[in-house]
């Protein structure tokens, strides 16, 4: 087989296989250490991207019924939160755990311990991770679930602006034709809503501020990876942690009242912090 036919053969193992140098491979009799199948990996992706959606669309739905549910009456969207930030930290510190437990290998899961100065580096990105979720659940709030998407739709603009503005990155033509067609769809949205007779300026304006929480995240993110090693679980323990901790002070500032209504209607409980939250959640 001369030169030519084996870069054909090797071009069209490669589409199949998923190797990334046919030629040298098949002149060096194939390597012991290939990469999994081009397929597999296709499939793989489609998993997480379809597991992703899934997620995303149940929590979207489960939050609105949390916030804005008539039968629950729970008008408390940052103990909400609070409580889904603790939550991530204790999955992620008990997978770090059970992977420790597990033979080398079987769980892929880093070691995440309480280190106060990668938590320091960490706190910007983290009151932006506040703002960002809780500007999300406030919107939501106040909006539709179908209209929910359309007021966070504008996190493309702002990723376009901020990164001219930060990163001094510039966006081709094409990509401000985009951001163009996108506020042309959201300004529809809203006066869609508004013939509707559910329109909320107060819902728009949380969605708004969170397309450019979301916007920031993601430049912040990028920043302080390093403080964790490239490791987006530790990044996710660190962030929530630290979200948890600045949640408290902020649910006191802002005077909250947890207000939760349980059956029998005529019983309900009133608490000032979520410490006291907490122990009426145990008592129940």
Known sequence: MNRTQLKRSGILRMALGGSSDPLLQQEEGGSSNKEPPFLLKAAQIALVVSLYWFISITM????????????????TPLFVTFYQCAITVLICKGLSLLASCCPPGYLDFPSIRMDLKVSRSILPLSVVFI??????????????????????????????????????QTTSVYALLACGVIIGGFWLGIDQEGAEGTL????????????????????????????????????????????????LPLMLLLGLRAE???????????????AIHNYQHVAL
């Open 60 to 75: 979207v739905f489960l939050n609105k019924y949390l916030l804005d549910s008539p039968s629950l009456r729970l008008d």
């Open 131 to 168: 703002c960002m979720i809780t500007f999300n659940n406030l919107c939501l709030k106040y909006v539709g679930v179908a209209f929910y998407n359309v007021g966070r739709s504008l996190t493309t603009v702002f990723n376009v602006l901020l990164s001219y503005l930060l990163l001094k």
């Open 200 to 247: 909320s300026w107060t819902g728009i304006l949380f969605g708004i501020l969170a397309s450019l929480c979301v916007s920031l995240n993601a430049i912040y993110t990028k920043k302080v990876l390093p403080a964790v090693d490239g490791s987006i679980w530790r990044l996710t323990f660190y962030n929530n942690m630290n979200a948890c901790v600045l949640f």
């Open 260 to 274: 939760i209504s349980v059956k029998p209607p005529t019983w309900r409980v009133k608490g000032r912090t979520a």
